[in-house]
């Protein structure tokens, strides 16, 4: 019993740093409906700031956790002036979403710079020594957050209820537009509303760093559970979010306690997709319902980029006789090396374009299925001394298995809480790998994972591996753009941005988009198996949620819906750092910066350039293109 | 219900279909029918339920009470997919046309329910897909030329101005072989000469042996196609007939006229 109170607490205590975070995530949300998952990164910048402080400048801790508080608010309000606030006005809530993503990107890229990538642990407050009290413990770190926590909630109210400030606040998140009329600033009130949930998510960083160790990607752990609380507790209502907050922490503290904390991720991941599907406004729905539509949002689709046929023959051909003539012309091992990662990258991309930019539904978990395709065709392949082909077959059926439980679980979901399950989902998948070490190698990675080979012809050289790996590329968007030519591929696309229209047609929207996503997870499946084979070695590391948003940040730099475009994103985000070795420890920074961009200036992509400028040369050259073929500026 | 007209087999019966939003009561024991091969105007003030009782129909909103039938079939409460599966194709108030998708494209999505051959046979380009495909591209192209926006079937759909793309939307509708046609204001937008067109062409759609029932505010053009007028006022009908009847109903002249009044007295 005492044993059970001990984790009650302590449960209560992990909850009230959720809580915080879920309170950020309710605020945005109200004011903009947009989620930030950049929250969590605030937590740790705050944190790793204040460890600086305290160790390297010899500040006190107050003086370094409010140093450190300050500097979190202050790249809040640059981040969210730069970025955020111009964004809103252009993009669709789910893009926004991932904009978001991309932020959290790159602050895990820059903080990954500035303090390397291993785990920081500060003083408590007031000593190691915990308070003792009929057999229970408390630290008395854990009486710190729990009083901050108490502070910051009852100064939220007040702000929120009793100033004109919070008045101007309430009126953007219930009536943007009447907000405006009566002479409130949105894009202020918003930045401002986003330099305040920094502020709480920096307070709890600052508070919860002493209680565990914390490095530059612990974010993204604060951003889902927080997430997660906030959905559970209603994400447009800040009561839920606390109550979201507790909930989570005390069932997460018990599963780990009682099962195993492979189990406690699980059990959370459970916990929200039972609130999803029963429930989505959460336990304490509030707020004005704000719709989350698939991208249904005009703005993105502006213009349609096309290649006019001749500029698209010529360039098929170009490129194919380039790809071919490439290792003869161009021996680096190194560059051959990345060119084949990129080919296999390309597989799981199409799958994912597939989804995303074609069917307009949010994935940010793919790298699940990569994951699963892969621990199972090796671990079959090791074990088992099952043929690699079988294998590949064995982890898309898995694959398929997951992605219709998955999304019959999901079938109401749409954009936002899509986008979120299936970053549950991914985390689930990483857990798994991290937990069964039997089965996967654990952390370490599974090593001694043969080459490939399919009736008799071993993969085991790099050329080799080139040559598969093009002819199955080249077979993919072939079939692809088939598909996508066909009727099937029009009523994906008018799924993307009006499911209802598209319904009323007599499209039948969830078979539709039931087949998308099992093929898209299928596709990412067999990429992850050839992964796993190419490198002989796979880890939990190399298939996790850094490679998800990684696959979403070429799509996009890439192009949406273009099915090559992918490919040129996976170009630049993969040959660059080889090329620039310089640039290899910033890949995560850079790859963050140019998702951030692209979604803010170059809506398109590189192949939105790449058509234009082809298409430019040929009408020079008195090709007649068709008028479909060239692209317009849309009226508005 | 008086339906004295000559096409006397009922194709859609609505029956005292309620629906409240709130404390706003939007329809109100709503019940009329539709016979096969007329064209049924609905007409009402701003805020008289009509789209809303489109949305109850094709089965974007549930009702609360009440029951629609189509050939005799219930269908309260079925999903939009199933509804339009049985041939009750709807258009939107405001045209919801598909981004990033030409004027052709959009149009031929209207007959994705008619296609047979399998994804797969796209996939590999059988003959048989093909042949579809072609067959599809041609009866678009077909419907484009009619309605006149042939010259721009390979422009960006949303590039269009509101007027083309709400025919568009009619010719996306048609593709899909509709047995009943559920037109939400398809003259919002059309100047005098694009309206005349369209008269034309409900008559057309009509002759073809497809039932119509239309919302529209111009009473030009429902005088001229309609062969029955329900009338609506806040969520209830007040008047069902043939045009001119319904014209000379005093309750209609008092409506209409009232609510005219009521308007710019700003009523919510």
Known sequence: MTNFIQLLIGGVLTGCIYALIALGFSLIFRVTGVVNLAQGAFCILAALACASFEMQFGWSILAASLGAVAVAVAVGAVVGATSFVPGLTRLSN????????????????????????????????????????????????????????GVLVLALWVLLTRTRLGQALRACSENPTAARLMGVSVPRMTLFSFCLSALIAAIAGVVIAPATSL????????????????????????????????????????????????????????????????????????GPARRQDVRDEARVWKRVHRLSPAAGRFAAVAALIGAVALPHVMPSEAILGSLVIVGIL????????????????????????????GYTAAGLAIDHQVSPLLG???????????????????????????????????????????????????????????????????????????HLVLVLDVVLVVVSQGVMRSSFGRAIQAIRTDQM?????????????????????MLASLSGSLYAFNFHFLSPDMVDATRSLELVAMLVIGGEGTLIGPLLGGL??????????????????????????????????LYGLVVDGLNGIFRRFGETARPGAVSEEAAR | MNAPLVHSRPGLEVRNLCRSFGGLQATADVSFSVPFGTVTAL??????????????????????SGEVFFDGE?????????????????????????????????????????????????????????????????????????????????????????????????????MAAPRMLLLDEPAAGLNDSETADLAALLRAIRDTGVTVLVVEHNMALVMSVAEQVVVLEAGAVIACGDPDAVRADPRVIRAYLGAEADNQGGRP
């Open chain 1, 346 to 373: 390309f597989v799981a991309l199409i799958g994912l374009d597939l989804l995303m930019g074609w069917c307009g539904q949010v994935a940010l978990g793919h790298a699940g299925f990569m994951a699963i395709g």
């Open chain 1, 215 to 286: 490095q530059f990607d612990s974010g993204r752990l604060f951003t889902v559970s927080g997430f997660i609380a906030a959905v559970i507790g209603g994400i447009a209502s800040l009561p839920g979010a606390i109550v979201g907050g507790l909930v989570l922490g005390v069932v997460n503290t018990l599963a780990t306690a009682y099962l195993s904390s492979l189990y406690s991720n699980a059990i959370a991941l459970g916990l929200l997709l039972m609130v999803l599907v029963w429930r989505p406004s959460g336990l304490m729905a509030g």
């Open chain 2, 74 to 174: 219930r269908i309260t409460g079925a999903s939009a997919g199933r509804i339009a599966a049985l041939g009750l194709i709807r258009t939107f108030q405001t045209a919801r046309v598909f981004p990033g998708l030409t004027v052709l494209e959009n149009a031929m999505v209207g007959g994705h329910r008619r296609v047979r051959t399998s994804p797969f046979a796209h996939m590999i380009s059988l003959p048989s897909a093909r042949r579809e495909e072609r067959a599809l591209r041609e009866r678009a192209e077909a419907m484009l030329d009619i309605v006149g926006l042939g010259r721009v079937r390979d422009t960006h759909a949303v590039e269009l101005p509101m007027g083309s793309q709400k025919l568009l939307e009619v010719v996306r509708a048609l």
């Open chain 2, 43 to 64: 007409v009402g003030p701003n805020g008289a339920g009509k789209t809303t009782l489109f949305n109850l129909v094709t089965g974007i909103v549930r009702p609360q």
């Open chain 1, 501 to 521: 229209a598209a319904a009323a047609l007599g499209v039948n929207v969830l078979r539709t988009k039931l087949v998308v996503f099992a093929v898209s997870a």
């Open chain 1, 392 to 466: 590949i077959f064995a982890g898309m059926g898995l694959s398929l298995v997951c992605a219709l439980v998955l999304s019959v679980v999901t079938l109401r979901l749409r954009g936002l809480y899509l986008a979120l399950a299936t970053l549950s989902f991914g985390l689930l998948v990483t857990s798994f790998a991290v937990g069964l070490t039997e089965l996967t190698g654990g952390p370490s990675g599974m090593v001694g994972i043969p080459s490939l080979e399919i009736a008799g012809w071993a993969f085991d050289t790099t050329e080799s591996m080139y």
């Open chain 1, 94 to 149: 789910a893009n926004m979403l991932m904009l978001t993503a991309g932020l959290l990107t790159v602050f895990e890229g820059a903080m990954q710079l500035i303090w390397g990538s291993q785990p920081y642990a500060l003083e408590p407050f007031s000593g190691q020594e915990p308070l003792a009290f009929a057999g229970i413990t408390v630290p008395t770190q854990g009486l710190w957050m729990l009083g901050i926590t």
């Open chain 1, 572 to 605: 630049l985000l993969t040959l660059l750092p080889t090329v620039f070795a310089p640039l290899a420890s910033a890949k995560t920074l850079v790859s963050g910066l140019l998702l951030v961009g692209c979604f803010l200036w170059l809506p398109h992509g």
